[in-house]
Each structure stands twice: as structure tokens, then as C-alpha cells.
């Protein structure tokens, strides 16, 4: 070395095209493999289980493999994105904000950031899908805010991840300990909850609370927002680590919305009607305070046909059933009065028809009997929902962009105007925001059309392990079907059933006959095969079992390969030198996600109410939160706001509704808050039980240590 | 304003539960203003295996802090004993201290450590002191992930219960423009003290273990200690005597006055090996500079001739609180091995790019490297 550093040297050394690949082949390399290895759990325990254990098919393989490939290269290139750019930007702003601004610069910034990472990733889609089946007479006041009052969830969202960001920062600058904040809003969330149960609008709501909680803070806000504490914290806390600190502003902004929607509920719960009959909601009398819930008189029909039974379209009309029919004739005639209803596409109108349509009501829409037999032949069998690959790389695209350059911008103008900084390594952060939002695009394509296609399939038919399900997409309808090739079996019993042969693809199986399946005046029997109960052993409870182990090892898979937590994790070992390894904190968060999971699928299976769940759990979260380290604290409650992102929510949502859709309509919420108390549960013991090691070998120097 | 004055760099190397006590006593003893870096110590630990089986020991972490004070060179055993006597750091398990004689070559005037201590006799109660000669300070930089491995063999050899701190290296790397993203930054920096007679079998058991004589490996380097003790308790777990082997050898080596008396004997394996050249009467120049500073100093470090940096983050704890504009609490150290003829080259660039501005408040310090090794 000493001769070689002798001479000045060059500033670049100049690297051919084939020298750069074999830089660039290893790390690439190395970073999809790591990826591999995160995703390889979920994907083969999901087509093993749809395989081996539900023994069904998996449909669209190619696609779902293809996604896969397109998942997994969004994987690394976000993850890239994260730690070349978007951390480095969060921390560069962090270490300068305290030292080159005010206390009220810093909070106005913390506020805009906060707010503006939710409208960046707001999760109401995800919300939505959760809250698909919410009946609005069941839930009105949820399905206002899932609906027409979408945007005040969203701005409530904000609001509050606005001032727990805010709070964050204040709890930086001062140095105050996580535990009263943690103390006092669980408290109060409690409180609120536990109120909220006894109301029977806002009972709905608490499911919808505290899931915002855990699916505001996205794959793009932690990252940043972590790497903007941890920057702030080296500048002003004491210690060389501060205790963890760098951490908390996550777990904040988990707490605070799920406060912000409660309030909300509340505010607007008073002007909103309560849960009641179907027919009281449609009834004349009542239909001012129902239609308040909608955009329109149009946008309440539209819903009314598409959710209520026949009398309740009914009552929608002052003329009564007869008015109903003719309206519907004419939609059938005229477009412009179908375009409000039900889209100017004849089409929906006729599905609709015969999907859901009385046998009046296809008449009124098909006018002949052979319209109708037509029609039926053409829409009653499955019908695939189509892939778009253009349009679904073009919303995952806008999505990324969405979620991605606001951010960025707003903080690359707060360094380079406010604070009057230069960008450290430009070159590297924004090559860093631009694999960023690739990978992200790249991740929302891969998931849509890989991972989450593979779980809906897996999710849907999940039910089938303690109950008989009919299995949709296999449903066909035998025309001209004959009751005459009916024949009777006998049971041992002696009890009789009816079936007949069908021949299928080469082979003939029977089929359990069910005169309400047969349409005498079209001639057509409709068809849907039956699977399980898989496993019925113990009165049913085996196949439950079996369902809350596949809930377990689902969470645990898709946790491993969540890129927040792997950002959480990575910062985690960095602050701590490495005492607490990056593969422990995620082994950690994965099994408390996935017991979790298995809890939110015991809520859904047995209708538990929410509260009972999440109340005891927050409790004895609490009381170990007391016992424990301010470091594990710290730690420990921001792993609840980073297991619930991009891969987790559509595996759990799917099987949630899957499960939900089976059981009885159960709306989807809570899975996703049960799944993120369970990790900070997790990491705490973990936390107690290091901590209590590492005392006792200490305590051992001083004890044995007599003076020498 | 620039001097040049000699000092003691004393370094406490201890557990982060007895962090608290030891910057109580030197606050309480006038040194306002000292460094923090966010460490783990490493000991090994006895794997129990069904039938009485034998495992590898395997190594555990517990955080730790290195907690480094720059004061006048006629005080450095003294502050070292504090530190000491503050941690209670004589009962094996607890830490180490390392007192090393440094040249502070320029400083901004904020900085100088001369004037940032307002210790005086009374600061130091009597009291037996503990300090051993005698010692040679290791310091290894690996790759991340390696750091286990180097601290694996201080351990096993008995030296020493090493600390392992996080950096990022520059070098090749930056010369390489965006490619530079795919050559790993991380690196862990292994740093403890071993007995003279065996600091040089030590290292070339680390350079041998941890494949230093292959490129892009990593660097080892012997320093001069002042003084220092050793915390030599580097197994986690109880014991079944009166008194442990680590309080039975340090009371020997007290009688004894050094620790030749149980110097590892030179291993006739390495006879026939190649013989390794090392690079030898190297300085060891340092430079303490505010969080974000670093990066562009270290270019022109680099421009200057110096071969590759170590930078590692370092929390200096001092008068000046949050908002004012006095020294960042968050700092970063850079380390660099030089020839000696390079230093004022470098220093120089690294001046003409600010580093002793009123933004930046660097300290640069030197010393000297007697033996270091590396892939060359």
C-alpha cells in the first residue's frame, strides 16, 4: 500500500461495459436471491396447500408464475430503492432539520409529511375490499365512510398520521419515553372502543378503526419516515443510541388514526340513522334519512338492485312493484335511463337480470320467454374475470408514481430550499427514487396478478376444510336436461337421495339432484360442484384447526417477505451494532403476524366481536410495555405499523373475505389489526427474555466480582 | 487557529448498562466533553449438547458503548483510572481501557481539547491504580458480517474481550462513479488490546482466519498503547470456583507487575508458511468532523493520495445542546493509515475543503502505526 499511495491517483477509474457486468452480476444476483429466499415460503405453501391438501387445480398457472417473476424483480429493485435512495434522503433531512431550523419548521414539516405519505398511499382501497359485503342497512354509518364520506376517512387518516408524525418529532426533540404515549392512547383507544361497542352504529366502526391503524403506514412512509428519525435522533438525543430512539413515529402513526376515524365515527354517527330491517331502510317513510347515505336517488337504486331483495326495489318506487317493472323495461329500452343505474353497457343490465333478477323482473328486462332462455344460456356459465395487462401496468405505474414522487419532491425541496443543503451522493438517491418506483409498479403488477390471483384462489376454497362449499368457477349448466335420468339412491338408513350420471371430460360421475337447480321453462339444470369438509373430525373443529395453521404459516410467509419490515430490520441492526440481527427482528414480527392472522380468522369463523380480541390483547400489551426496555419499546411497537403492507393485505384480505363470504357475511375487518398487535407482542417477549440474559451475565461480574 | 499538541486519547470500552456511571465520573471530574460510539462487546458462550457432545462455543452480543475523551497527555493514566474506578471496571466482564499517546495536529479552536477539560488535582480520589503496560492495541476492519469471526480469535486466544463497532469504507469504490453501489460500504471494526509478546501471533492469526492476504478482505493494524486494561472475562455463563480463571490470572499478572509470564508461545506451523510482508511505521491519521461533512472531505482525502477511509458515526456529548450552532452531537470519525509523508498532504486538502470551518469543526489527530497488514 505504501508504494501505490504515494502517487495521486486518478478521481474515476474507468470501468468497461464487461467489467461493469461483473460488478454488476453478483450484486444484482445477490439481491434477487435474498428476495428468493423471502418470498420461496408463501408461494410454495400456497400452491402446495391449493394442490396437495384442497386438491384442486391451479388456474392460470402461467399468469400467476409470470407475476410471480414480475413480483419478485419489484421486490429487489424496491427494496434497492429504499436503501440507496429514499433512506439516505429521510436521514440527510433528519440530521440537518434540528440543527438548521426552528422547533416550528420542524413540526409544520412533520404535519405535511405526515399527511401528505396518506394521500400518497391511501389505503381505502384495500379498506373498501374489506368493507365489500357492509350491508348499508346492517352498518350505515361504516358504509358511509367506506362510500359516499370516503374522503373524510381519508382526510381523518391524515390528519392523524399528520400529528403522529408530529408527536414523533416533539418526542425526539425533548426526549420523553414512548411508554406514556403508548399509555395514554391505548387507554383512551380502549375506552373509545369499548364505548363504541355498546352503540350499535359506531360498533361497526371500531373494525374499520383500528384496520386503518394498521394499513396507513406504507411501504414507502415507514422507510422514510424511520430514516428521518433516526437522522434527527443522532443530532439531539444523549446516548450514543438514545435507546432505541429513532424509532416510535411508526407506532404513532398507527395510534393516531385509529383515534381520528373513532372521533370521526362519532361526529358524524349523530346525523346518521341506525342499523335496521332491510325493509324499514327501503320503506318510504324512512327513505330521506337512507338516501342521505348515497350520492343520489339514483346512486341508492343502483345499490337497491344490486344488494336488496325484490321487495325492497319495490319499495323504491312510489307506484310500488308495478312501477319497478316498467322502470325496468324501459332501462332495458332506453339507454340514458340505464346509463344511471346500471352503466350504459346493456350487458350489466342483463347479467343482473339474470343473476339476480326475480322472475318478473326478467321479464321486464328480456320481454320474451325465448330472450330469456337465450340469455340465460349466455351468462350463467362462470364467467372468468378478464386480465388487462395494459391497464393493470398503467394503475400500478400511476400508483408508484403516486406514492412515490410527491414525497420525494417535497422532501428534496425542503433540503435544497429550507434548508439550503446539498444532496448528499445525488447521483445515488436518485437512481435510488427511480428503482423505487419501478420496483414498486413492477411489485403492484406482480402481486395483482401473481401472489394475491393465488391467494384469492387458495382463500376462496379455504372454507372447504370444515365445510361443504360449492366451487363457482366450476359451475356449468347441462341444457335440455332431461329429469327423467334421475335415479334414487338408498342410504344404509334407508333415507333416499336423488342424483344422475353426468358425463364430463371423458368420464361419467354423479351428481346429487336438487329440483331447485332445474328450470322447468328453459329446460336447464344448473350445476355447481361440491368440496369438503376436508377434515370433519372432532365435530368440525379438526377443519378449523387445519384453517387456523394455514392462517399461521400464511402470515408467517408473507411477513417474510414484507419490504418495510425488511427496511425496519436492516435500520434496527444498523442502530444497535448489530446486537439485534436483522433476521430475528423479522423471524420475531413473522410468527407474531401469523398468530395473529390465526386469531383474526378465529374472529371471522366464530364471529367474535373485535373487541374481545383487541381489548385483552392491548391490555396485556400494556402491562409487558411497562416491564420492558425503552429500546425493545420502541422497537417493538413500530414492527405493528410495518407488517401489514403490499404482500401481507391481499393474501389476508383474500382468505378473510374468502372465509367471511362462506361463514356468513362477516365484513373483512379486523384480521389486520389482529395481525398487528400480535408482532408487538412477539418482539417484547423476545425483548424480556434478551434483556433478562444479558442482566443476569452482567449481574454475574458484579456478584463473583470481589476485589483482585 | 491550528496548533499542534500532543494528548491522551483514553478510551473506556464498556457495557452500555454501565455507560451511565462512567460519564458520570468524568463529568463529575471536569471533562465536559467526550464521544459516544455505539459498540457490541462479544464473548463466547458454552453450547450444551445432548450425551456430553462438544460444540464450537458460540459468541453472543451485548451492546456496548465506546466512550473516547481527548485530554492533556500528563492526565491520561489518571483519566483511565477514573474511568476505571467509574465503571468498576477491575471485576472482569465489565470493560476495558486503553490510554494512547495522539498528536492533535490542527484543530478548530471549539475543538481543541486542551481547553475542553477543567479537571484539577482534586479530580482524581486516590485510590489503587489499575492500569497494566505493556499492551498493544488490534484493530481489524472486515467486511460486514466478518466482525465475529475476527472476535472469535480474541476471545479464543484469551486476549481480550473485543468490541465491534459499525463504518463505511471508501476506497476503489469511489473511483468507480454510480458502479461503485454494487462493492459493499458496510464494514465492522474489531478493536481491542492484547499483551505485547502476543499482539503479533494474534495478528497473524486474525490475517490467516479472516483471509486479510486476499483482496478486498480488509485491513489490520497494531497501535501503541500508553496503557490499559483488559477486560478478560470472555466467557458468558457462571463458574464453579471460588474465583473465576479471568480474577485469577488478573491478580497474577498484578504480582507480576506485566503478563509475559503467560505470552502464547510462537507456533512452529507458521514456519514454512510464505513470509507476509507488512507495512510498517504507518500513522494512523484520524479526523473528527460533523455528521454530513464527512463524505466530501474524504474525496478530497482521496485526491490527496490517501489509499481509503474508514468512516464510522460517533455521538459527542459536550456543552452545546440542540439548535445552536456549536458542534453537532451527531459526529463522524475518519480513519485513514497513511505513509508519514502523506499527512501533511493530506491534512492540507483536507483544510483547503473546510475541514477546520466554523460548519464543519473537524479535529484531525496522528498516530503512529508500528505494523499493519493488508491485501496489497
Known amino acids: ?708 | 487557529m491550528i496548533t499542534e499538541t500532543p494528548a491522551a486519547k483514553v478510551t473506556g470500552f464498556v457495557h452500555r448498562n454501565i455507560t451511565d456511571s462512567v460519564r458520570r465520573v468524568l463529568q463529575d471530574a471536569g471533562i465536559i466533553e467526550y464521544y459516544l460510539v455505539p459498540s457490541r462487546s462479544v464473548m463466547l458462550k458454552k453450547r450444551k449438547a445432548p450425551f456430553g457432545l462438544i460444540l464450537e462455543h458460540r459468541t453472543v452480543d451485548d451492546p456496548a458503548d465506546r466512550v473516547i475523551c481527548f485530554v492533556p497527555p500528563e492526565w491520561g493514566r489518571s483519566v483511565a483510572n477514573l474511568i476505571i474506578r467509574g465503571g468498576d471496571l477491575s471485576k472482569p466482564g465489565r470493560g476495558s481501557v486503553m490510554v494512547e499517546n495522539v498528536t492533535i495536529s490542527r484543530a478548530h479552536d471549539l475543538c481543541d481539547p486542551t481547553n475542553n477539560t477543567c479537571m484539577t488535582e482534586e479530580s482524581f480520589p486516590d485510590g489503587p491504580a489499575r492500569l497494566r503496560d505493556g499492551l498493544t492495541g488490534i484493530c481489524c476492519i472486515t467486511q460486514r458480517g466478518e466482525g465475529d469471526n475476527v472476535a472469535r480469535i480474541a476471545l479464543e486466544t484469551g486476549a481480550c474481550v473485543p468490541l465491534v463497532t459499525f463504518g463505511q469504507g471508501t476506497g476503489v469504490r469511489d473511483k468507480l462513479g454510480l458502479l461503485r453501489i454494487t462493492i459493499p460500504a458496510e464494514k465492522e471494526i474489531a478493536i481491542f488490546a492484547a499483551t505485547t509478546y502476543d499482539a503479533d501471533e494474534i495478528m497473524d492469526m486474525i490475517i490467516e482466519i479472516a483471509k486479510l492476504d486476499q483482496p478486498g478482505k480488509g485491513f489490520i493494524y497494531l497501535f501503541p498503547l500508553e496503557g490499559g486494561l483488559i477486560n478478560m472475562k470472555v466467557f458468558r455463563g457462571t463458574h464453579q470456583h471460588a474465583a473465576s480463571i479471568e480474577q485469577i490470572v488478573a491478580a497474577i499478572d498484578e504480582i507480576k507487575g506485566d503478563s509475559r509470564w503467560r505470552a502464547i508461545a510462537h507456533q512452529p506451523d507458521q514456519i514454512g508458511r510464505p513470509a507476509k510482508t507488512y507495512l510498517r511505521g504507518l500513522k494512523s491519521l484520524s479526523y473528527i468532523c460533523n455528521e454530513g461533512r464527512g463524505e466530501e472531505l474524504v474525496l478530497a482525502a482521496m485526491e490527496a493520495g490517501a489509499p481509503g477511509a474508514t468512516v464510522n458515526h460517533m455521538h459527542y456529548a459536550g456543552r452545546r445542546g440542540f439548535g445552536e450552532q456549536g458542534i453537532s452531537p451527531a459526529r463522524e470519525m475518519i480513519s485513514m493509515i497513511v505513509h508519514p509523508s502523506q499527512v501533511d498532504s493530506i491534512t492540507d486538502a483536507m483544510t483547503g475543503k473546510g475541514a477546520l470551518d466554523d460548519e464543519t469543526h473537524g479535529l484531525f489527530f496522528i498516530s503512529p502505526v508500528p505494523k499493519a497488514y493488508t491485501y496489497i
Open chain 1, 1 to 708: 500500500m505504501s508504494q501505490t499511495a504515494m502517487q495521486p491517483r486518478d478521481r474515476r477509474i474507468r470501468v468497461g461495459f464487461q467489467q461493469a457486468l461483473l460488478l454488476i452480476r453478483p450484486y444484482v444476483w445477490k439481491r434477487v436471491k435474498e428476495q428468493l429466499r423471502s418470498i420461496w415460503l408463501i408461494v410454495a405453501y400456497l400452491l402446495l396447500f391449493q394442490t396437495l391438501v384442497l386438491r384442486l387445480a391451479v388456474n392460470d398457472a402461467l399468469i400467476i408464475s409470470l407475476g410471480l417473476g414480475i413480483a419478485i424483480i419489484g421486490l429487489t429493485l424496491f427494496i434497492g430503492g429504499l436503501f440507496l435512495g429514499l433512506m439516505p434522503l429521510g436521514e440527510a433531512i433528519g440530521l440537518r432539520l434540528p440543527r438548521k431550523s426552528g422547533l416550528h419548521v420542524i413540526l409544520a414539516f412533520s404535519f405535511v409529511l405526515g399527511v401528505g405519505a396518506t394521500f400518497a398511499e391511501p389505503a381505502i382501497g384495500v379498506l373498501r375490499m374489506a368493507g365489500a359485503s357492509v350491508l348499508a342497512w346492517e352498518a350505515p354509518l361504516l358504509f358511509l365512510l367506506l362510500n359516499k364520506n370516503a374522503d373524510y376517512l381519508v382526510y381523518a387518516v391524515g390528519i392523524g398520521v399528520g400529528m403522529a408524525v408530529m408527536a414523533g418529532m416533539l418526542r425526539f426533540i425533548y426526549q420523553l419515553s414512548l411508554k406514556p404515549f403508548i399509555y395514554i392512547l391505548v387507554g383512551s383507544l380502549a375506552a373509545l372502543s369499548a364505548w363504541s361497542y355498546f352503540d350499535p352504529n359506531l360498533r361497526h366502526i371500531t373494525g374499520l378503526a383500528w384496520d386503518c391503524g394498521a394499513v396507513t403506514t406504507g411501504p414507502v412512509t415507514v422507510p422514510l419516515v424511520l430514516a428521518l428519525g433516526i437522522g434527527i435522533c443522532r443530532v439531539v438525543s444523549a446516548s450514543s443510541t438514545g435507546g432505541g430512539s429513532g424509532f416510535g413515529v411508526v407506532t404513532l402513526a398507527s395510534l393516531f388514526p385509529i383515534l381520528a376515524v373513532l372521533v370521526l365515527g362519532m361526529l358524524l354517527g349523530s346525523s346518521v340513522s341506525r342499523p335496521m330491517e332491510e325493509s324499514r331502510f327501503f320503506s318510504p317513510e324512512n327513505r330521506p334519512y337512507s338516501e342521505a347515505l348515497f350520492d343520489s336517488r339514483e346512486a341508492m337504486l343502483s345499490y337497491a338492485f344490486q344488494n336488496a331483495r325484490e321487495e325492497s326495489h319495490s319499495l323504491m318506487f312510489d307506484g310500488g312493484r308495478a312501477e319497478m317493472l316498467e322502470e325496468l323495461r324501459s332501462m332495458a329500452a332506453d339507454e340514458e335511463k340505464r346509463s344511471a343505474i346500471f352503466g350504459s353497457d346493456l350487458t350489466t343490465l342483463e347479467r343482473w337480470a339474470v343473476a339476480r333478477g326475480s322472475e318478473a323482473q326478467r321479464i321486464a328486462v328480456f320481454g320474451t320467454e325465448e330472450a330469456l332462455l337465450e340469455a340465460v344460456n349466455l351468462y350463467s356459465g362462470y364467467s372468468k374475470p378478464s386480465l388487462r395487462p395494459g391497464s393493470m401496468a398503467f394503475s400500478g405505474m400511476q400508483a408508484a408514481a403516486r406514492a412515490i414522487f410527491p414525497l420525494t419532491v417535497f422532501l428534496l425541496l425542503v433540503l435544497l430550499l429550507v434548508l439550503r443543503e446539498k444532496l448528499p451522493r445525488t447521483d445515488e438517491v436518485i437512481l435510488g427514487i427511480g428503482l423505487a418506483f419501478v420496483g414498486m409498479a413492477f411489485l403492484s403488477v406482480g402481486i395483482e396478478s401473481g401472489l394475491a390471483k393465488l391467494g384469492n384462489q387458495v382463500g376462496g376454497k379455504l372454507p372447504a376444510l370444515f365445510k361443504s362449499i360449492a366451487l363457482e368457477e366450476e359451475r356449468s349448466t347441462v341444457i335440455n336436461f332431461d329429469p327423467g335420468t334421475v335415479t334414487t339412491a338408498v342410504t344404509a338408513s334407508g333415507d333416499r337421495t336423488d342424483f344422475f350420471f353426468l358425463q364430463q371430460e371423458g368420464g361419467v360421475k354423479t351428481v346429487p339432484y336438487d329440483p331447485e337447480r332445474y328450470d322447468e321453462k328453459t329446460g336447464t339444470y344448473v350445476y355447481t360442484p361440491l368440496r369438503g369438509p376436508l377434515f370433519d373430525g372432532w365435530g368440525g373443529f379438526a377443519g378449523i384447526l387445519v384453517l387456523f395453521i394455514f392462517a399461521f404459516v400464511m402470515g408467517y410467509g408473507a411477513t417474510l417477505a414484507e419490504p418495510a419490515l425488511n427496511a425496519l430490520a436492516v435500520t434496527v441492526e444498523d442502530v444497535t451494532v448489530g446486537t439485534f440481527r436483522k433476521a430475528a427482528l423479522i423471524q420475531a414480527v413473522a410468527i407474531g403476524v401469523g398468530a395473529g392472522i390465526s386469531l383474526g380468522v378465529a374472529k371471522i369463523v366464530w364471529a367474535i366481536p373485535l373487541v374481545w380480541l383487541i381489548l385483552p390483547l392491548y391490555l396485556l400489551l400494556l402491562l409487558i410495555t411497562a416491564l420492558s426496555s425503552e429500546e425493545y419499546v420502541n422497537i417493538g411497537w413500530d414492527s405493528a405499523g410495518v407488517t401489514t403492507g403490499p404482500v401481507t393485505v391481499p393474501l389476508v384480505l383474500a382468505m378473510g373475505l374468502g372465509i367471511g363470504s362462506q361463514v356468513g357475511g362477516v365484513e373483512g375487518f379486523g384480521i389486520l389489526a389482529a395481525a398487528s398487535v400480535c408482532p408487538i407482542l412477539s418482539v417484547l417477549i423476545v425483548g424480556l427474555v434478551v434483556n433478562w440474559k444479558r442482566k443476569k451475565a452482567l449481574g454475574e461480574g458484579l456478584e463473583s466480582g470481589d476485589e483482585v
